[in-house]
T-cell receptor, first 111, second 112 residues
Framework: DAGVIQSPRHEVTEMGQEVTLRCKPI?????LFWYRQTMMRGLELLIY????????DSGMPEDRFSAKMPNASFSTLKIQPSEPRDSAVYFC?????????FGPGTRLTVT | EDQVTQSPEALRLQEGESSSLNCSYT??????LFWYRQDPGKGPEFLFT???AGEEKEKERLKATLTKKESFLHITAPKPEDSATYLC?????????????FGKGTLLTVNP
């Protein structure tokens, strides 16, 4: 299996622009997670899905962030409009049990 | 609120010098404690899950142990390739909760 796939790996954008991050989970996994990692706050859960349904979005920082999972093999995290404080590495993870498997991440820089 | 504190923040060892990393946690009820390894520029890589006090798991030079308040990751005779950030996370019990709360990690450097 190819593992969790994320794209793009790097994204540089200007403040105010829309950013869309993409994730393909491991086939057969029914849970999908979006995390954000910064030096200051470490790794934080933003939202997670079970069978394509959002279960807990309490970590989503504000209305500028939204996530969707239209089918079992694809999810997006969108930031609109983006701000410099959104600069971080965003990880997607998937799971079929208690253990989560992470993708390589998307490094987002908002200037 | 679930909390995870890892110490030390950074640890530098000589090759072959054994040591331990600490993970202290506060959770309403523990469903599982997880250890991950993260290399620079990569996503966290799953190492172990521990479920109850007294449980131990081993993988190569690593051994994870669990008590009711903390977990240790023991590294025996480390090699330079063990250099990485080690992350600890807890999962609280209750319903279908799958949320992981992570500590900030310990950056381990093993010098040859």
């Amino acid at each position: 299996d190819a593992g969790v796939i994320q794209s793009p790996r790097h994204e540089v954008t200007e403040m105010g622009q829309e950013v869309t991050l993409r994730c393909k989970p491991i086939s057969g996994h029914d849970y999908l997670f979006w995390y954000r990692q910064t030096m200051m706050r470490g790794l934080e859960l933003l939202i997670y899905f079970n069978n394509n349904v959002p279960i807990d979005d309490s970590g989503m920082p504000e209305d500028r962030f939204s996530a969707k999972m239209p089918n079992a093999s694809f999810s997006t995290l969108k930031i609109q409009p983006s701000e410099p404080r959104d600069s971080a590495v965003y990880f997607c993870a998937s799971s079929s049990s208690r253990s989560q498997y992470f993708g390589p991440g998307t490094r987002l820089t908002v200037t | 609120e679930d909390q995870v504190t890892q110490s030390p923040e950074a640890l530098r060892l000589q090759e072959g010098e054994s040591s331990s990393l600490n993970c202290s946690y506060t959770v309403s009820g523990l469903r599982g404690l997880f250890w991950y390894r993260q290399d620079p520029g990569k996503g966290p890589e799953f190492l172990f899950t521990l479920y109850s006090a007294g449980e131990e798991k081993e993988k190569e030079r690593l051994k994870a142990t669990l008590t009711k308040k903390e977990s240790f990751l023991h590294i025996t005779a480390p090699k330079p390739e063990d250099s990485a950030t080690y992350l600890c996370a807890v999962q609280a019990s209750g319903g279908s909760n799958y949320k992981l709360t992570f500590g900030k990690g310990t950056l381990l450097t093993v010098n040859p």
